[in-house]
């Protein structure tokens, strides 16, 4: 199959993930891709998301016929994200893509340093070269993929994207673009400018010629001890007190500690449901809770990031994030069904066990605060609100 132009004016960008418009106008969850560089380039992202529960790899019939592959640029999916999401099925979404003819765009932000990320784009190219039946239009169908030499394989352009800083340590600004097609590599080469820095390229190579293979085989495993080292101090955290580590086993760098506790616990708003409170119905200020990432901020903990839920903001009142003219509620979360707040937590190439206990006993003390004022907080309201208590008490 001829590959399809890289841009198309007023085409559609089709996404993996999908979900349907609420009562608010928003989508229930959110476009994993930049929505302005889409309408920079003159597409129109297609509107309706994904289900919470899950995502469809098969598309409606009207879906298709109202579409069509001619008019998709790209599937855009993702490998690295923040939990508790979890990277996308990438061979069931390529299957999909082989199917219709369509291109498939990774976004492998922070996937490299990740096995799990590197099995699954291995896994979605070895879907990509298994014979399909490419429907291109209506009554039009031909046979695509298979063969023994990687360029000779013509169906699918799959390409995955990632990030030089995030993966191998050097100063932000560059990018991989990796493909499993020499012609298809130089395409995308030829249709870059070239009037960019060449600094990146440099600090890569010089990067690489200083770890050598041995020096980069025990980075990615000390990685990995981090990452085991930082989900059994945040359950044990979780443990001590009373909050819960989200259970996010496919995602191999990002981990979620729930705060539902600290907002249920802390005021007498909220309907008790299986013996915990609702979010959605928590009467706890989301700046009192984003607070507890700023602690954590000044104590030179970076990269923590304190999510309230889409339920709390709208509660509250916040205005949801729009982007590119497309209104977001919970744009943190990544859904506007969350109802949980949390935090996030990620061992990311380069970090050490011994940076792992210095944050996990800052997080301990950060969280000990936090309870005890929003403890002594309510005291002083129970107080205010009997008088027999205030009065016995000035006694």
């Known amino acids: 199959m001829g590959r399809q132009?890289?841009?198309?004016?007023?085409?559609?960008?089709?996404?993996?993930?999908?979900?349907?418009?609420?009562?608010?106008?928003?989508?229930?969850?959110?476009l994993s891709s930049d929505l302005d560089a889409i309408r920079a380039a003159m597409l129109d992202p297609e509107e309706a998301l994904r289900r919470r529960e899950g995502v469809s790899t098969s598309p409606s019939?009207?879906?298709?016929?109202?579409?069509?592959?001619?008019?998709?640029?790209?599937?855009?999916?993702?490998?690295s994200c923040f939990a508790p999401r979890v990277p996308d099925r990438l061979p069931a979404i390529t299957r999909l893509c082989k199917v219709w003819g369509v291109p498939h765009l990774v976004n492998n932000a922070y996937g490299v340093q990740s096995k799990r990320c590197m099995r699954l784009i291995e896994s979605a190219w070895?879907?990509?070269?298994?014979?399909?039946?490419?429907?291109?239009?209506?009554?039009?169908?031909?046979?695509?993929g298979g063969g023994g030499n990687v360029d000779d394989l013509t169906p699918l352009d799959l390409?995955?994207?990632?990030?030089?800083?995030?993966n191998l340590m050097v100063p932000v600004g560059g990018a991989v673009i990796?493909?499993?097609s020499k012609s298809l590599l130089q395409e995308i080469a030829e249709s870059y400018p070239?009037?960019?820095?060449?600094?990146?390229?440099?600090?890569?190579?010089?990067?690489?010629?200083?770890l050598g293979r041995s020096g980069w085989e025990d980075l990615l495993a000390q990685r990995e001890a981090c990452y085991l080292q930082l989900s059994e101090g945040l359950r044990a955290l979780a443990a001590k007190h009373g909050l819960r580590l989200m259970d996010t086993p496919e995602n191999p760098i990002s981990l979620a500690l729930s705060l539902h506790a600290l907002c249920s616990g802390c005021n007498d708003d909220g309907d008790?449901?299986?013996?915990?409170?609702?979010?959605?119905?928590?009467?706890?200020?989301?700046?009192?809770?984003?607070?507890?990432?700023?602690?954590?901020f000044t104590q030179g903990c970076s990269g923590v990031r304190v999510v309230v839920s889409a339920a709390m903001e709208r509660r509250s009142g916040l205005p949801a994030k729009v982007v590119a003219g497309v209104r977001l509620e919970g744009f943190n979360s990544h859904s506007a069904a969350s109802s949980?707040?949390?935090?996030?937590?990620a061992a990311a190439l380069g970090q050490t066990p011994t940076e792992v206990d210095v944050f996990l006993s800052r997080l301990d003390k950060a969280l000990s605060s936090f309870q005890r004022r929003q403890r002594q907080q309510q005291q002083r309201r129970s107080q205010d609100q009997d008088p027999t208590e205030w009065l016995n008490g000035s006694l």
Not at 277 to 284: E, I
């Open 126 to 144: 070895a879907e990509a070269r298994q014979p399909a039946v490419c429907k291109q239009t209506e009554g039009e169908e031909r046979d695509v």
């Open 5 to 30: 132009k890289r841009v198309k004016k007023n085409g559609n960008v089709a996404l993996p993930k999908k979900a349907e418009e609420d009562g608010h106008s928003a989508h229930a969850d959110q």
């Open 178 to 180: 990796a493909v499993f």
């Open 194 to 210: 070239g009037r960019a820095s060449g600094s990146p390229s440099l600090d890569v190579f010089a990067t690489l010629l200083h």
């Open 340 to 345: 949980e707040a949390y935090m996030n937590a």
């Open 272 to 296: 008790a449901v299986d013996g915990e409170v609702d979010a959605d119905a928590t009467g706890l200020d989301p700046d009192i809770l984003t607070q507890l990432g700023a602690n954590l």
């Open 159 to 166: 390409i995955y994207v990632q990030s030089t800083d995030k």
């Open 61 to 79: 019939q009207d879906q298709t016929s109202n579409l069509g592959p001619k008019s998709i640029v790209c599937v855009l999916s993702t490998t």
